[in-house]
């Protein structure tokens, strides 16, 4: 009898786990770009993942740049102390961070020699995985960074070979770009997408610090005036046959602003010129009413923006509001998750992330 009560109590427990992991729908996952002492700030119990960025290539190999970064990595890594479902995750790139990417990726030796040292530094910190983020592969990104249609494939040869060396227990994921270009012409999504744990769309910047029109720089859905957006993303990659549950869509923690905008639909959609970012804990001091800023809501894109009509300033980002319907969106389309850059830029008192979890945990199901 006794032996049948403890049966009974440890598969109860069991189930009880299981419950507890089913809990959390999607993943919520934050880049990082801190520093050491900036670490045990993070709410780490609202997240799945925390991307260290950047890491860069030296030779052919992933290097951590410095003594700082790699006393950053493992304070992230004792994060799992707070979060033992925490992963820790290396990212190669960022913009500007991935010059060499083309040349070295380009042949068998660089991409073995680079997915070696992938393995070799997960060990050494007791990281998670990888995440890519090549800006960009067979098209324009960073000015001046080589780039050539060759990348593409090259690019599917740098997957296969890193899951070989990594196995499968080790995640794998790559930042893609949410614009046309990128979606359209630098990846095999059949090839790549079998391969790797996720994709992580970077549906921001979609007009950026080279647009010289305003509009939503991070729209849930298209417009008749803006054809890119998180959701032409995610339907664009269904419809290539990329399963949803690959998919993690992006949201920002900054707003981006232009400076000499007509006032004409109060700034939108306006000829300008691209001024500045605005860190989301830094807009109740900068994007502020008695600065001269009028809040407006596009229910067309799902989206806020702001327009100064004095200083002729317009500012787009996400707020509590978009990051609301951009979660909620992620679990109605069955989506893997919704990530985001990047940590040090919340109010973590009441911001982005915490409005992410507040939205997770109410549409449990």
Not at 192 to 217: A, E, F, I, K, Q
Not at 230 to 256: C, E, H, M, S, W
């Amino acid at each position: 009898m006794k032996i049948k009560i403890l049966l009974l109590s440890i598969l109860s427990l069991l189930v009880a786990l299981q419950t507890c992991a089913q809990s959390k729908p999607i993943k919520v996952i934050g880049y990082f770009s801190g520093k050491a002492d900036q670490v045990n700030e993070i709410p780490v119990e609202k997240l799945s993942q925390v991307i260290f960025s950047f890491c860069h290539l030296k030779a052919n190999r992933l290097q951590v740049d410095s003594q700082a970064d790699s006393i950053t990595i493992t304070k992230l890594v004792d994060l799992k102390k707070r979060n033992p479902e925490l992963k820790v995750i290396l990212s190669l790139g960022g913009w500007g961070g991935c010059a060499p990417c083309s040349d070295v990726f380009s042949t068998k030796t660089g991409r073995t020699e680079f997915s070696k040292s992938v393995v070799h530094l997960s060990d050494q910190f007791h990281t998670d995985g990888i995440d890519l983020d090549w800006e960009y592969p067979s098209i324009e990104g960073y000015p001046g960074h080589a780039y050539k249609l060759a990348d593409r494939e090259n690019f599917t040869e740098l997957i296969k070979s890193l899951r070989k060396e990594l196995g499968p227990l080790k995640d794998i994921s790559f930042a893609a770009g949410g614009f046309k270009k990128f979606l359209e012409e630098s990846v095999d999504w059949s090839a790549v997408m079998p391969l790797v744990d996720r994709v992580n769309m970077m549906t921001y910047d979609l007009v950026n610090g080279y647009s010289t029109v305003t509009g939503h720089h991070t729209p849930l859905y298209s417009s008749d005036k803006t054809t890119e957006s998180t959701d032409y993303a995610v339907q664009y990659l269904v419809k290539k046959g990329v399963p949803k549950n690959k998919l993690v869509i992006g949201a920002a923690f900054y707003a981006r602003v232009w400076e000499n905008v007509p006032s004409a639909g109060n700034g939108l959609y306006q000829p300008g010129k691209f001024k500045m970012g605005v860190n989301y804990k830094n807009f109740n001091m900068e994007l502020l009413p008695e600065n001269g800023f009028q809040y407006f809501w596009d229910n067309t894109t799902q989206s806020p923006y702001m327009y100064n009509e004095s200083k002729k300033l317009f500012a787009t980002y996400d707020d509590k509001r978009s990051i609301q319907l951009k979660t909620k969106y992620a679990m109605d389309q069955g989506l893997q998750g919704i990530m985001f850059w990047e940590l040090t830029l919340d109010n973590y008192a009441d911001g982005l992330l915490s409005e992410i979890d507040r939205t997770v945990k109410s549409n449990a199901k």
